[in-house]
């Protein structure tokens, strides 16, 4: 007994409704794609990767902005993998969940998870720029703003890898006379390990293209030299492309589009490894 | 009677396990600190900024020009901004991330279902200053310009909300296609036994029982175009045209503050501290839309585990 | 019909008078504040395995956790009486559960290895403990051999303890526990979820393990508990005006349970009545 052929119609049209939802957006990424490899694979060279940057397009490449991301993703890990994990621990093996303080620690990273990057900016200006830590707009106090924008991220992902680790390995490890914290450092963290490296590469993932936290605290747009120090200046690949994509002349666009290829194939490259790692230690308890 | 120690033992001394523990509580309570350092950072400059400017004048004033000779501030240019942009996005995102979500969770194959998911996390992890240059340096001139012509200006909202558009597609649809997947088989199962089609089943059975985390994907989809700053930087140029016509140039109140961040108001100035203000605007929107959405989708989560 | 018990092993065991090495009086174990097992009083004796048996629910896996405070980890129990343990009590104000464990280990009725080599397992006791490096690899394997599982692990102690059958898992778990040489081994249902020629395995490690250790055993299988230990506690559910809560009913000498019970329930439960 088949459909009446209207409703046959009706259920034809509306399934293509659906899959073409998923082809506009599949196209438009692909689209997005093209136009970027199109304009700026003609200028994707070593010299771009290691020259500075410069007033005439030929002579401009990367190499500052490139090693100032470096150093700021360096220094976020370095800030967000201990503050995360040790965050994540407190909430997960020692708070006790009825207690409204830490109720409301929760429900803060909750919110600060949906911050906009920009206000973020605005915090590190006031407080990690200017005001109590004075620090400049140098690259530690861009990677301590980046780090509070992405630490929520860590957080979340460290929770749940802890919270995958079944009662009965914690069982275990107390029934035979090792301590709480003993229980955690040698068996609970070891066992959440790849949980949260994916968070960290994905807090990393995350960071590595904002721009606009970095705008507000003052990154600069012209350094001729990568950083030396963390109390450097400092530019990163997002704000130098930025800057050219804000120049009238389509070269120096055909270099943003190279710059955008580069940081691409660095995501490309990190979220592969988060996904190797993912599927190659997730463990069937 | 035995003594505890003579018995088990005398314990190993585990100070060290108690200043762990302090450690521990303290990087938890950085979180608390951040907000109300983001509080503290804004409210001081704020109230700062309001004993030179009247509030009146800040919410009902159309014209904003902090840096001229005699400024004005004005906000709605900046929130007619934002909202103009906004709701392209929003009408852009919301029949495409839906559309897509009742694809995913009510007729694909599970082999489709891995190609697709792969796209989406895709275009999720596209940094917003990559879709800043595609919507000013592809989308206006190849698209846009063909289609409107003279009227339409270089720098324009209608680009990018329709780019913005596309990158909260992912917040949309994977949050609905979370909710509709928690509604039991057992319900479209009674709804198929009726006698009912796939069509009949997705839209009167599973998207009003998931109603309340489609909803919360709107807010959460919402919250996100309220708080995005490059596409519409780069795109949408910084003029503060009070107007609801998308092909004209915008300023948001994202973009304000970063353009004035990056500029040349001298720390102190009113124009300074109305980036405080604005940024004030948008924490306490934003902050709002997410507890409301969080609120939609406890609702769900609740109704079904 | 009551339960045979095998000829052999009523011969080989006498009830020796031996030294209580845990007596418990009026120990009472409330979640919330609500009593799930009470007054409970009696004496369990050295190098004997005794048996709590009893239909489910009826508090015998609860009290055993009482024994090396593992009902600490939950967080709204609560135990009212006393707990003593060669004559210190083990909710006294100064003692440390950590210590408790030392002495009094556990084994657990679903096999739970930790995500690590055989060797890293067993050693894992001794490590926490404060074992000199040196002594490592003796202690695994003196403790494999009295798990009767070394011959068969031997040559492959690097390898991951998840590689195992459920039956080496669970002698793997009591090498574990007895590598850091406790007094007694607390033991919750430890064969419930293996095969029947590994939980053979397991009874036949018991009787020789209860040479050198006191052994608790939680079961729910009356043929074990008869097969196995020197004396059965036989527990039950009292409807105590309205709320259920476990009770002691009869506590004596397996082949007196088995074979000649004074209480009616404790009759009626080992002839498989009920439970």
């Not at chain 1, 490890?173 to 914290?181: E, I, V």
């Not at chain 1, 994916?198 to 993932?205: E, H, K, N, P, R």
């Not at chain 3, 009470?38 to 024994?67: D, H, M, Q």
């Not at chain 3, 009767?148 to 059958?165: H, I, P």
Request: aromatic share 8%; hydrophobic share 50%; charged share 15%.
């Amino acid at each position: 007994m088949r459909a009446p052929r209207t409703d046959r119609f009706r259920a034809g049209i509306f399934h293509g409704l659906l899959l073409s939802c998923i082809v506009i957006s599949a196209a438009m990424l692909v689209t997005l794609l093209l136009d970027i490899t199109l304009d700026g694979a003609g200028s994707l060279s070593f010299d771009f990767l290691t020259n500075s940057s410069s007033f005439k397009p030929e002579l401009a490449g990367i190499w500052p902005a490139l090693m100032g991301t470096l150093w700021l993703m360096a220094i976020v890990t370095l800030f967000v993998v201990p503050v995360g994990v040790a965050a994540a621990v407190h909430l997960e093996e020692y708070a006790d969940p009825t207690r409204w303080w830490n109720r409301v620690v929760e429900v803060n990273i909750q919110n600060l998870a949906a911050v906009p990057s920009i206000v973020y900016g605005i915090l590190g200006l006031a407080f990690i720029v200017r005001g109590p830590l004075s620090l400049g707009p140098v690259v530690l106090a861009g990677a301590l703003t980046l780090g509070l924008l992405v630490l929520p991220v860590v957080i979340i992902a460290a929770r749940e890898a802890i919270r995958a680790v079944p009662p009965s390995i914690r069982e275990a490890s107390l029934a035979l006379g090792a301590t709480q914290w003993q229980t955690i450092y040698k068996q609970v963290l070891p066992a959440a390990i790849p949980g949260i490296a994916t968070g960290v590469i994905l807090a990393l993932s995350r960071a590595i293209g904002e721009t606009a936290p970095l705008i507000v605290i003052g990154a600069a747009s012209f350094v001729a030299f990568a950083p030396s120090s963390p109390n450097d200046v400092f530019t990163a690949v997002p704000i130098q492309m930025f800057e050219w994509i804000s120049r009238p002349q389509e070269e120096f666009h055909q270099l943003a589009a190279a710059g955008i290829l580069v940081l691409m194939a660095v995501l490309l490259a990190m979220n592969s490894v988060a996904i190797w790692l993912r599927n190659r230690y997730e463990r069937k308890w | 009677m035995a003594t505890a120690a003579a018995i088990l033992g005398v314990p190993r001394r585990r100070r060290g396990e108690q200043a762990i523990k302090g450690l521990l509580l303290l990087a938890a309570l950085l979180s608390v600190l951040t907000t109300a350092g983001i509080v503290v950072a804004l409210v001081e400059e704020t109230v700062s900024f309001f004993g030179e400017v009247a509030l009146t004048d800040f919410v009902t004033g159309t014209d904003w020009s902090p840096l001229f000779a005699e400024p004005s501030f004005g906000v709605l240019p900046l929130v007619t901004g934002t909202l103009l942009v906004s709701a392209i996005a929003l009408a852009v995102a919301t029949p495409i991330g839906l559309g897509a979500a009742v694809y995913l969770a009510e007729y694909a194959s599970p082999r489709v279902r891995r190609a697709v998911k792969p796209v989406l996390e895709l275009l999720a992890g596209v940094p917003t200053i990559v879709f800043g240059y595609f919507a000013l340096l592809f989308f206006t001139p190849e698209v846009l310009e063909p289609l409107f012509g003279e009227p339409l200006q270089g720098f324009n909202a209608l680009s990018a909300g329709v780019v913005m558009g596309f990158m909260i597609v992912p917040t949309i649809a994977s949050v609905s296609e979370d909710a509709m997947s928690a509604v039991p088989a057992a319900l479209r199962e009674g709804a198929f036994g009726l006698g009912a089609t796939k069509l009949q089943v997705a839209t009167r059975v599973v998207f009003p029982a998931a109603l309340s985390g489609v909803v919360a994907s709107f807010v959460l989809g919402a919250s996100r175009a309220i708080g995005e700053t490059m596409i519409v930087l780069i795109a949408a140029g910084l003029q503060p045209n009070f107007t609801a016509d998308p092909r004209k140039s915008v300023e948001t109140m994202t973009t304000f503050v970063a353009a004035t961040a990056k500029g040349d108001a001298a720390v102190g100035s009113v124009a300074y501290e109305a980036i405080f203000a604005v940024g004030t605007v948008l924490f306490v929107l934003t902050l709002l839309m997410n507890l409301l959405s969080i609120r939609f989708v406890r609702r769900y989560r609740q109704v079904y585990e | 019909m009551l339960t045979q018990v095998a000829p052999r092993v009523v011969e080989e065991r006498q009830t020796r008078p031996s030294a209580p090495v845990f007596a418990l009086e009026g120990v009472q174990v409330l979640y919330a504040g609500v009593p799930a097992v009470a007054g409970v009083s009696f004496e369990l004796y050295e190098n004997e395995i005794t048996a709590f048996i009893g239909p489910s629910g009826c508090g015998k896996s609860t009290l055993i956790r009482c024994l090396n405070r593992m009902n600490d980890l939950i967080a709204s129990a609560s135990v009212t009486g006393r707990v003593l343990y060669r004559g210190v009590d083990l909710y006294g104000d100064d003692v440390d559960p950590v210590q408790v464990r030392k002495r009094i280990g556990m084994v657990f009725q679903k096999p739970n290895p930790f995500p690590k080599s055989i060797y890293d397992n067993v050693a894992f006791g001794p490590r926490v403990l404060g074992a000199a490096k040196d002594s490592l690899d003796e202690i695994v394997e003196r403790s494999l051999v009295k798990a009767a599982l070394w011959d068969e692990v031997k040559d492959r102690l690097r390898s991951n303890a998840f590689g195992m059958s459920g039956g080496q898992q669970q002698r793997l778990c009591i090498a574990r526990a007895l590598a850091i040489e406790p007094d007694v081994i607390l033991m919750d249902e430890p064969a419930s979820a293996l095969d029947p020629i590994s939980t053979a395995a397991i009874e036949d490690l018991m009787l020789e393990l209860v040479e050198d250790y006191s052994i608790v055993i939680v079961t729910h299988n009356m043929q074990q508990a008869a097969r196995v230990s020197n004396r059965t506690a036989f527990f039950d559910v009292d409807l105590d005006g309205g709320r259920r809560v476990g009770r002691l009913v009869e506590y004596a000498p397996t082949e007196t349970i088995f074979t000649n019970p004074s209480d009616q329930r404790t009759r009626e439960y080992v002839t498989g009545k009920f439970g």
